[in-house]
């Protein structure tokens, strides 16, 4: 099945938000349950557990940020289609690991498999950016972050529900939905990129410095660039230590933590599947990149300084209008490059993502852990908790100077 046999390019975007819908769904099944498991692992040390956290993070951020480039690479030569469902094959079989996981050294080892298959965001942008005019990407990459949104209302919901049960089950379940996942796309999804504009595979461009290099080819790249890694940095707070603050600082438990995850999935929904196309219609792409980071410092803040758990579901409606900026940015880069080298440039993105990934964990689980420590020690007041926030808040204001920097001559 091609895409020349689809009646439209919308077909076509409607089967990779399916994809990526159950993707997240499966992901966000295990959150809510990932540091309970860890704990019993660490026999109640909290302090220790978070830290133990960040680094399974960051093993999975090291591989991921070694093999994206390859993947991106290979998209372009072999097509999308096939780096898709390799992907989500090796994110099932991750998670049956780590269901079965007896030890925290059998958790490390699952999450270097799942570092070095995952690539289904990226591939799935150079997917839309195949099918899709310029003029409509930006409402394409929003439809892409509604399925994000989806996914986060049911996965964590339901992983908070059947984790109370087990810390174990949830991981079952997530392995289901991602196997599902891969019968659903080999049936199904079509490959977007025609033998005639792939190009060849190349070491020199498969590494990430080769990646970089294109990156580097234009000023407006290389600082739209540098705002996507400190966005990154500073959205990798949530998985960091989301659960980590509420359940220290409000007592959440596995459920509360799951519905609050599927309020932001729903907020997501609303901004990325309604507002993305009216939004950057209206105010441009370089407006629209402005306010969204304007949105997701604002939230930040709010997380950081709230003395109540009210201060949260204030913060996750506000959060979810940083979304303004993804779609935005993402049609500015892929405009930069050729249809040619999409999988290229997708996969320079993963690397930033990949060091992002490999930078945000111990730095916010170390500035938790703290934070948690001085708490204790000085009997102080609840805000010194809110610590990795407010430097996620700084990380994405210097975002805010290189994007105002890149769009600034852009309507």
Known sequence: MSVASISTGRAAVIFVFITLMLDVL??????????KLIDEFMHGAQADAVRISGWLSVVWAVMQFVCMPIQGALSDRFGRRPVLLISMLGLGLDYILMALAPTLTWLFVARVISGMTSASFSTANAYIADITPPEKRPAAFGLMGAAFGIGFILGPALGGLVGNHSARLPFWVAAGLSLLNVLYGYFILPESL????????????ANPIGAFRLLATNVQLAALATAQFFYLVAHNVYPAVFVWFTMYRYGWDAKTNGLALAAVGAASIVVQGALIGPVVNKLGARRSVIAGLLFGITAFVLYGLGPTDVSVWIAIPIGALWGFYGPAAQTLMTQQVSPSQQGQLQGALGSLMGIASIVAPPLYTYVFAGAIDWHARLNSTTTLLGAPFFVAALLLSCGLLFAWQAVRTRD
């Open 26 to 35: 499966a992901l966000g099944v295990i959150i809510p349950v990932m540091p």
């Open 194 to 205: 025609p033998r005639e504009r792939r190009s060849k595979f190349s070491l020199i461009n």
